[in-house]
């Protein structure tokens, strides 16, 4: 019940963040690339204004298309989550039925941000959002695969012994 609930609260961060109108969103990752670019470029500020315009973007570009990795990821872990703890014995349709989920999340959440001030719907961002959640997605299926062979193992081994 909790990871659901959590699962409930992350995608619902998820669509507040795209609810934010451009000017606030730019605001937020701004802050976060400059404080970037005074970690990595000590001397920013004696870069001519043409440099420094040329590095703020990329970072920006970095930082917010990381976001979305991120932010997807942590949903493809929930909602993999999810399905592992309910999906019984049958774990791999429950992968695919939350990779699935998590695709139409980002398709809706980026046909959501064209409705937003100053946002757009970009095809590049639902797959940034989607390889995020996938590659959460297999990184559980991958734990389960390796828990179940030790499992298996340990079942094995108390065979032979008796």
Same mark, same amino acid.
């Given at each position: 019940?909790?990871?659901?609930?959590?699962?409930?609260?992350?995608?619902?961060?998820?669509?507040?963040?795209?609810?934010?109108?451009?000017?606030?969103?730019?605001?937020?990752?701004?802050?976060?690339?400059?404080?970037?670019?005074? $970690?990595? /470029?000590?001397?920013? @500020?004696?870069?001519?204004?043409?440099?420094?315009? %040329?590095?703020?973007?990329? &970072?920006?570009? +970095?930082?917010?298309?990381?976001?979305?990795?991120?932010?997807?990821?942590?949903?493809?872990?929930?909602?993999?989550?999810?399905?592992?703890?309910?999906?019984?014995?049958?774990?791999?349709?429950?992968?695919?039925?939350?990779?699935?989920?998590? $695709?139409? /999340?980002?398709?809706? @959440?980026?046909?959501?941000?064209?409705?937003?001030? %100053?946002?757009?719907?970009? &095809?590049?961002? +639902?797959?940034?959002?989607?390889?995020?959640?996938?590659?959460?997605?297999?990184?559980?299926?991958?734990?389960?695969?390796?828990?179940?062979?030790?499992?298996?193992?340990?079942?094995?081994?108390?065979?032979?012994?008796?």
């Amino acid at each position: 019940m909790v990871l659901i609930l959590l699962l409930v609260f992350w995608a619902t961060l998820i669509f507040v963040m795209s609810s934010q109108p451009a000017v606030k969103s730019s605001q937020t990752s701004s802050k976060f690339v400059l404080k970037i670019i005074d $970690v990595v /470029y000590c001397d920013f @500020d004696a870069l001519s204004t043409q440099q420094q315009t %040329g590095i703020t973007r990329t &970072f920006t570009f +970095i930082v917010r298309k990381a976001a979305h990795f991120l932010e997807y990821f942590i949903l493809g872990l929930l909602s993999s989550g999810v399905a592992v703890t309910y999906s019984s014995k049958k774990h791999n349709l429950g992968f695919i039925v939350s990779a699935v989920f998590c $695709v139409f /999340y980002a398709i809706g @959440d980026e046909i959501h941000q064209y409705f937003v001030p %100053g946002r757009a719907c970009r &095809f590049f961002d +639902i797959c940034i959002d989607s390889v995020g959640s996938i590659f959460a997605i297999l990184f559980i299926a991958l734990i389960v695969r390796v828990y179940k062979r030790r499992k298996l193992g340990e079942i094995n081994e108390k065979k032979e012994i008796n």
